[in-house]
């Protein structure tokens, strides 16, 4: 592996930090790749220098940055995977006749990437290229909920809990408590969390190998879309959820 080209070295690194269940040190790619340690220090330095890959708050692990991840959107959005994605999630929203969202971790929040939205006049407007917290979104907290239990931890540890209706949690302990139940049951419900008279419902997306991918969401007003009509479209969002990862990894 030490012959490989200099320039195929970051892509294996990238590939390599990828492919990963769990964030990875250096010196542990160097190990799996065969390259030499500092050589891949360097290399990882500069990836995380220019966004591709990014450190825990511990600062010795790395995981896919912004840009990566940019890249790895931009392929999976090109258009014969959007079209396809996108009339999967129109056969949700004819279903449930209320807004359905396809979300991913961005920075500093989640950003929705497409979305069908309802044929009712009175909704909820959040359109494509929004940002949205972590910490009081339904899709947001699939999100976190799907990182293991030290990393979820630490990241929630990084958040700014910011109050922006009565039922957001203001509290670590609470929105641990919440992402850990969330964990165990497949989805995550927000009630009134982010925007007051606003009920959404979200299950994760995953790919091929068992990998958090996005989330899938459906929200509408409150007045018709109660969390009691919410949770009774939680098999109709996973069904769609498994159609999504047979599209983009089958």
């Known amino acids: 592996m030490s012959r490989v080209a200099t320039n195929m070295r970051a892509l294996l690194i990238l590939e390599t930090i990828s492919a990963s269940p769990t964030t990875l040190t250096a010196t542990a790619v160097a190990e799996q790749l065969g390259l030499p340690k500092q050589t891949v220090h360097r290399i990882c330095t500069s990836l995380v220098d220019e966004g591709f890959l990014?450190?825990?708050?511990?600062?010795?692990?790395?995981r896919p940055g912004l840009r990566l991840r940019e890249v790895a959107n931009g392929v999976l959005n090109a258009a014969q995977f959007?079209?396809?994605?996108?009339?999967?999630?129109?056969?949700?929203?004819?279903?449930?006749?209320?807004?359905?969202?396809?979300?991913?971790?961005?920075?500093?929040?989640?950003?929705?990437?497409?979305?069908?939205?309802?044929?009712?006049?009175?909704?909820?407007?959040?359109?494509?290229?929004?940002?949205?917290?972590?910490?009081?979104?339904?899709s947001g907290?699939?999100?976190?909920?799907?990182?293991?239990?030290?990393?979820?931890?630490?990241?929630?540890?990084?958040?700014?809990?910011?109050?922006?209706?009565?039922?957001?949690?203001?509290?670590?302990?609470?929105?641990?408590?919440?992402?850990?139940?969330?964990?165990k049951?497949?989805?995550?419900?927000?009630?009134?969390?982010?925007?007051?008279?606003?009920?959404?419902?979200?299950?994760?997306?995953?790919?091929n190998k068992n990998r958090y991918f996005g989330s899938l969401a459906v929200?509408?007003?409150?007045?018709?879309?109660?969390?009691?009509?919410?949770?009774?479209?939680v098999d109709d969002l996973h069904v769609t959820a498994d159609k999504l990862t047979r599209v983009f990894f089958g």
């Not at 990014?54 to 790395?62: A, E, K």
């Not at 920075?107 to 929705?112: I, L």
Request: overall charge negative.
């Open 54 to 62: 990014m450190r825990d708050t511990g600062g010795n692990r790395l």
């Open 185 to 207: 049951r497949g989805y995550a419900v927000d009630g009134e969390e982010f925007m007051e008279g606003m009920v959404a419902v979200a299950v994760p997306v995953y790919d």
């Open 82 to 138: 959007h079209t396809a994605r996108h009339a999967i999630m129109k056969q949700l929203a004819d279903a449930t006749r209320e807004t359905v969202n396809f979300v991913q971790p961005g920075q500093a929040g989640m950003q929705y990437r497409d979305r069908v939205e309802t044929d009712w006049a009175f909704r909820v407007a959040l359109p494509v290229g929004s940002e949205v917290p972590f910490h009081c979104t339904a």
């Open 141 to 183: 907290k699939v999100f976190l909920s799907t990182l293991p239990p030290s990393e979820r931890s630490r990241f929630v540890s990084t958040l700014v809990l910011e109050k922006l209706t009565p039922n957001t949690h203001g509290d670590f302990e609470s929105l641990l408590t919440d992402l850990q139940q969330v964990r």
């Open 219 to 233: 929200h509408g007003p409150a007045q018709r879309f109660s969390v009691e009509m919410a949770l009774t479209h």
